[in-house]
Every structure is written in C-alpha cells, then in structure tokens.
C-alpha cells in the first residue's frame, strides 16, 4: 500500500479537529438562536404593549364614524348672495363631485400620487422616514399619505414623535376600513388649510380668487396645492417666488404622473393670477357686506336662539331679508352725511327689513342707530296722533287753532316758524307740521288714545310718555320703530313685525326655522288710506318737498327736535317705507338743521335709486272695498274747492264724510255751506272756548262772509267725566334730561357680547 502524503496526513488531522469542535458549535449556535429568539420574543411583547398603549388614547371607531368637522355657517341676501361668514374654522365643504378635477389632480400630484394604491400608509416611506428621524435625532414629517395627514387632522396633535406617527398609521389603516377612497380624499381637501383663515377646498377658492372649488383653473389648483405643506411660508400674497417655485413642483409631478402634458404645465406657469383677498382673515367672523345688519341678526337672533357652537361649527346657511343692493346703496348715502345717523328700509305689506344701516362707518363705532339709538322723533310722531284723531271720528277737514298754549306749569308749545295763524284745517296743519294743534287734538281725544294708537301700529319703546309732550314726539324710540309704525300708512292699516331671517337650514339642507309676516290691524283701512293721502300733501306742498321722487306717489312726514339735535324723514313709496335718522351721538345741536332740509334729501337720493332697483309700482293701489273716496278741498275752509280757490289738496276720505258744499270764501253759496251736515267743524279744548273770540277766524275769516259759527259749528270739548286733561310735561322739560342708550354703553355691550360668545 501507498503510504500517506504530508498533504493528505494534513487534511486528516484537520477534519479530526473539526469533528470534535462540533459540539462546541453547536451549543453557541444554540445560544444565539435561543437568545435571538427570546429577544424576538422580547421585542413582540414590547410591541404589543406599545400598540395598547398607542390605541387606548385613540379616538373609538364610533367617534371617527360620527366626526363632524367645523363648518362655517353663511349668511345671506333674499337673492343667495353671499353677505357673511360666521366660522372657527373658515370651511364650507365641497362635494367631491363638485370639485374641478385639476384641483383633486394636483393634490393627488403633490401629496399621495398612490393614494389609490396604497391601504393607508406606505411601508418604505414611513421606513425611510423613520431612519431619517433616528440619524437627525428628532421626528421629522415627510413619508405620510393624504389618509395619514388626515388622521392627523382630525384626532391627533402636531407633535413631531415616533408614537405620533405610530398613532397616526393605526388611524390610518382603520379610516382605511371605514370610509372609501373617495370619501377621504373629500374630507382631506376639505380639512386641509391653506392659510389667510381658509380651511378646505371652498373657502381657499372663495378666498384666493373668488371662485367656487368647481371653477379652478389648472394654474390656480396647481398653485393651491403648492401652498398645502406649509401655507405661511408658501402664501402666494406674500411669498410669490416661493409660492410659484411650489407650484412648478406640483406641475412636474403632474407630468410625472402622467396626469397633464408638458405643454398645458407651460400654459399654467405662463398664466398670470389675481388674487381676491390681500389680508389675513383672522376675525370669527367675515363681513362681507352689511355689518349693522349682520351684527344685528348674530346678536339679537342667531346667538340667543342657538348658541356660539351651532352658529360657529354648524354650517349653517342662514337666508335674510336684506337686498344687498339697497343696502349698498343706503350704505353710500349715509356714509357722505356730515352727521351720524341711520337708514332703514322695510318692506311694508310683509315687514322685511331689506335694508339696515347703524352708522356712517362700522369700523368706528358699533353703535347701531337704526336698532339701538332710542331718540325723540319731534314732529314725525305726528302722524300717529292724527291717525287716533281719524280712529275718534275726527276728520282732516275739520279745524283747529294755531294760537297760543300756556299751561299752569309753564309749559308753552311754539311753532318752529315762531307764528300763528288762527284757525286752520287739519290737513293744513299735519302738511306744515304746525305744533300748537297737534297738542289741540292731543288735548281733546287724550293721551291714552295717541299711546293706544301708537301700540297697535308697531311702536313698542318703554320710553312713551303719558304727558301732552307726546303729540310733539317727544317719545323716545328707534328708526326701525318708526318704520314700522308707517307701514301702516302704506299697507292699508295693517301693523306688521320687523323681521331679518327668513330660513335657516342645517347644514344637511333642513330647515331649522322659517318666518313670514305677521300681520294685525293697526286703524281701519279708510283711516289709513286717508293718512296716506294727507302725508303725501306733505310731500307735495308742506315741509317735505324735498323728499319728492319724480314719477311717483310719495307719502312721508319731516321731524325735527328741539334745539335741532334730531332731525328725521319718515315715508314711502308704493312697497317701500325708508326712514332716515340724523343726530349726534352726544345731542350736540346740528345748528338750524331741520328734518325737511337734512334728513329728507338723504332719503330722496336713496329713494330714487331704490324704487329703480326693486321695480316698485308708482301708484298706491286701494283694495275693493274700502270705503273712500277722492275729493279736492280747499285748504283754508275744507269745503270742496271752487275754480277759485288759491290752494287746494286732494285728499282720500271715508265715504259720506267729505262736505257736500263748495268753498263760501271762493264762491261756493254760503247758505248752503252753512247748511251743510258735513261742514268742517271747529275742535276745540277747555281753554280754547276762553280765547275763541280773540282768535275766532281774525286772521283769515273776511268780514262780509257771515257769522263763522254758522259756517264751521264747533265741536265742543268733552266733559270731564268723559276724557281725564292731559297732563303737560312737567316744568322745565328738557328732551335728553336722560338718554336711554347712550352710545358709550352700547359700545361697551358690544366688546361683552364679543367676550361672551368668546367672539374676536
């Protein structure tokens, strides 16, 4: 045999070694399997631990089935315009199917081009992430998909952590289970926030270019979706080369995707973009237009009916009354007034207040006159008096004197003009707002009636005094008051309650609550209808000329208090009552300013453009059946007028009260004025039978023309145990000895709502 080789003897020994170290290998493998194993074990155990710990703060499955976000609530027009938003959080949500495609495309572009793909999260990506985080030292974002982001948005903080980002997946993948792509996807671009106060797809259209999410452009969803990783640093208002940079990113990964061509990502750089706001939007609320009117419905409708939480995050869409173009047409004429003051505009056969304006400027003061401001509407008020006058069977042709008061107390109303005239028909003296008779017939009907009559047209102020000041307005009461009250003029004697909100719908499209008018009578329809005809002679010759409308039938009456610290025009056209307020928020005087030469141009020039605006009809229509008729008197006797007479009125009156004879003065028969059943008489009060023969007709009855009392019988006072005297106000009466809303308190209220409602 062939002895053995030192190679071979080598390689022998060598395998003996290996065979009887074996053993040895064997029990460190053993080793390291059974502790990697046990680590393994280890690492299950803390895993699971950890997972309990990250799902038991995670919101329930019921929770994230039922989350409902912050939806801005919206007011509007009576024509769907837009004229605030009341919102935490800026967000109207948008359908998904009511998105315009290239803005879905260019988030999807931008944020998760494989949202489609992808159950939730992206494996490789949060790896990468991680390691990223682990080599930096601290989390970072970046790796997580559009239903990741929103998980985040919707139930977790902004706290850069590993456990928020574990947290964050676990969400994820059960939003994954719940809802469909389709459905996330409408939520993210809904939630997300674009920066300047707009969250979600809506609000970023609306506020960036004034669009709706199904009118973007290429460019302007590119651009949108740009700004979504960092919406302060990418604000194309304020970083356009950041901004633009971002948005060819989103571009080129449309191209990448496959989603546009190159040639339409050249057209939407190459196209220029303006932009709607160029300020923040910080505030709670937005309004856009009509602040008096919108801070009038938050305050005294909206926030006590249903709270901060239903108006703010509800979603509500709350429709108005208002038509927006009045209101920026009163908003125009009130802003150039020298003066503070305010305008309202109702509707008056429904109540709808179609236009609201407080104050010249809302950012200067919040004091709204036309709802808060409680102020003496001097000979405005009138009209109310000669409505009880009518109501008590007192007719405009009837007379009374324009002569001397004095009253025991010192008390001795005088006329603007300082004169008298003696004796004067009704007409003429409600046209040329003469003051000594209309505290005559306060006299002789009482002051029970004239607060009766007041009441039922729509005047609801505590502040209506029980004194014969009341006949001179010297109530104080707001413009919307006032309004409302001449509605009654104009509808054919019907009171009617102001109102601001029409519907308001939740946010799933029902309605929440609805109103209409409410209507009662206030006078017969032939008072009213008569009142309509004497305040338009007021218009035509009295002290409201100004306040003429050409081409149409105007009624209104002027107002103007003492010492010419108020001054008012309150009237109507056919479906139209304005009433327009002037004064100094301090009572200071307005110097010789009066309520036909102030107030009433301002409400002409509204007027006019308004009437255009609404298409109102120029002719009051009387309804079949009111018993009136029209008749032309003459203004100094009330008689039916002659060819001769040098003024006349035509007038509505109730039918068989009008006198049956022609004007004695001007060549009507004299005996058959004098015996005439319905020959205007002559109202007269206790004292006035002791002074009638000084002022018994001297200064406008001819000599030659007969016995006056033949001609105009007088009616005589009512006995004591009928009517109680009317009180005169007490001795040295002073209109604002107390103004019962000052304009500091108001404004000092309004910052406390603010507070309370935690508004800002």
Known sequence: ??????????????????????????????????????????????????????????????????????????????????????????????????????????????????????????????????????????????????????????????????????????????????YTKDQILEMYINMAYFGHGAYGIG????????????????????????????????????????????????LSRMVETGMITPEEKSQALATELSYARKADTKASFVMEDAPYFVSHVL????????????????????????????????EEVISKMKFEGALVALDPNTGEILALVGGRDFDQSKFNRATQAYRQPGSAFKPIVYAAALENGYRPVDHAFDAPLHFANGWSPKNSDAKFRGEVTLVSALAQSINTVAVRIAQVIGVPAIREQARNMGITTPYLPEDLSIALGSSSLTPLEMGAAFCAFANNGYKVVPFSVKEILDSDGNSMERNGPELSNAMSPETSVTMRSLLMQAVSWGTGTRARVEGYQVFGKTGTTNDWTDVWFVGGVPDLVVVVYVGNDNHKTLGRAFGGTVAAPVWQEFVSKAVKTLGTPEQFKIPPGVGVESVTICRATGFLATKSCPQKANIMMAVGQAPESYCPWHGGDVLKAQNDTNAPQLLLTAEDTLIREKYQLAAVWPEDKGDADEIFPPIPPPNDDQIAPPPPPDDGYEPYRDDPSPASDIERRYQELLDQYNIR
């Open 1 to 178: 045999m062939r002895e053995a080789t030192e190679g071979e003897e080598s390689e022998k020994v060598g395998m003996r070694r290996l065979v009887a170290f074996l053993p040895v290998l064997k029990g460190v493998f053993l080793c390291f399997f059974f502790l990697a194993a046990g680590l393994a074990a280890l690492a299950s155990v803390a895993g699971v631990i950890m997972l309990q710990e990250i799902t038991q703060d995670l919101p329930p499955i019921e929770q994230m089935k039922g989350y409902v976000p912050s939806l801005t609530s919206v007011v509007y027009d009576r024509k769907d315009r837009v004229i605030a938003r009341l919102f935490e959080e800026n967000r109207t949500w948008a359908d998904i199917r009511q998105m315009s495609p290239w803005a879905i495309k260019a988030i999807l572009a931008a944020e998760d081009s494989e949202f489609y793909e992808h159950r939730g999260i992206r494996l490789k990506a949060i790896a990468r992430a991680i390691v990223r985080d682990l080599e930096s030292g601290a989390a970072r974002q970046g790796g997580s998909t559009i239903t990741q982001q929103l998980a985040r948005m919707l139930f977790l903080s902004q706290e850069r952590t590993l456990q928020r980002k574990a947290s964050e997946a676990v969400i994820a993948i059960r939003m994954e289970r719940l």
């Open 203 to 250: 609000a970023a259209a609306q506020v960036f270019f004034g669009k709706t999410p199904s009118q973007l452009t290429l460019a302007e969803a590119s651009m949108l979706a740009g700004i979504l990783p960092a919406p302060n640093a990418y604000t194309p208002i304020r970083h356009p080369d950041r901004a633009r940079a971002r948005q060819n990113y989103v």
């Open 299 to 330: 305050f005294k409708h909206l926030l006590p009916k249903y709270g901060r939480e239903k108006i703010y995050r509800g979603g509500l869409r709350v429709h108005t009354t208002i038509d927006l173009d009045l209101q920026r047409q009163a």
